[in-house]
């Protein structure tokens, strides 16, 4: 079975993120046809990059670095969880990618976005991003809206179609990163 990370993208004090990722990691373990991971990129302190060589040598000198890499490294596909901030996806998780290379590479990707347009402007973002680091992002994704998924815009309650939306993304996920293993086996 292929292992699949969800990386919460998101840091701020309060975040909506921990809630959605949190729910995403629920559904995806009803499943057994995969196994997940909940990764918050918070926890590994990651200054802003701070590797003298670029990422894609795979040189690393930095105790954070060395840590988020054997992290991310046994994964073979991932789920993005990404809120919105001015169009784009947040300055932690781009950091977070940006820091890597070798351990993004022929895996599978999808996201789930939220903010007041359901995050697609931060996914879209994100979806020019994986095709630098030769990850395959699904076409499948899931779109929460702060206005119809949340209450108040920070209680997390989200729509009843959602638990479907975000099963049909996973298998999408799956489906592409047990192919991509096998051609990093090659
Ligand atoms: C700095 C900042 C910029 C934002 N920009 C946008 C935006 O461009 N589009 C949008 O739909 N929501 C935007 N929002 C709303 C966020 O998507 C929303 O607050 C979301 O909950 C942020 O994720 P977080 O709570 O996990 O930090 C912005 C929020 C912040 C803090």
């Known amino acids: 079975m292929i292992k699949v990370?969800?990386?919460?993208?998101?840091?701020?004090?309060g975040?909506?993120?921990?809630?959605?990722?949190?729910?995403?990691?629920?559904?995806?373990?009803?499943?057994?046809?995969?196994?997940?991971?909940?990764?918050d990129v918070q926890d590994f302190n990651l200054p802003l990059l701070d590797e003298p060589v670029p990422p894609s040598m795979g040189r690393y000198s930095k105790p954070h670095t060395k840590a988020w890499s054997a992290k991310i490294d046994p994964f073979d596909a991932f789920v993005f969880v990404t809120p919105e901030?001015?169009?784009?996806?947040?300055?932690?998780?781009?950091?977070?990618?940006?820091?890597?290379?070798?351990?993004?590479?022929?895996?599978?990707?999808?996201?789930?976005?939220?903010?007041?347009?359901?995050g697609t402007r931060a996914v879209e973002q994100l979806r020019l991003i994986m095709a630098e680091l030769q990850i395959a992002d699904v076409r499948a994704q899931v779109a929460l809206s702060?206005?119809?998924?949340?209450?108040?815009?920070?209680?997390?309650?989200?729509?009843?179609?959602?638990?479907?939306?975000?099963?049909?993304?996973?298998?999408?996920?799956?489906?592409?990163?047990?192919v991509l293993k096998t051609l990093r086996k090659k």
């Open 5 to 13: 990370a969800i990386i919460l993208g998101s840091t701020r004090p």
């Open 15 to 39: 975040r909506n993120g921990e809630a959605v990722a949190k729910w995403v990691y629920q559904i995806a373990k009803k499943r057994s046809d995969a196994e997940f991971d909940l990764i």
């Open 85 to 118: 901030y001015n169009h784009g996806t947040s300055g932690a998780l781009k950091n977070a990618i940006d820091y890597l290379y070798r351990e993004w590479n022929n895996k599978a990707a999808g996201f789930v976005g939220y903010g007041s347009a359901g």
């Open 146 to 178: 702060l206005f119809t998924d949340f209450e108040n815009f920070t209680k997390f309650k989200p729509g009843a179609d959602k638990e479907q939306m975000v099963n049909d993304m996973l298998d999408q996920v799956i489906a592409w990163g047990s």
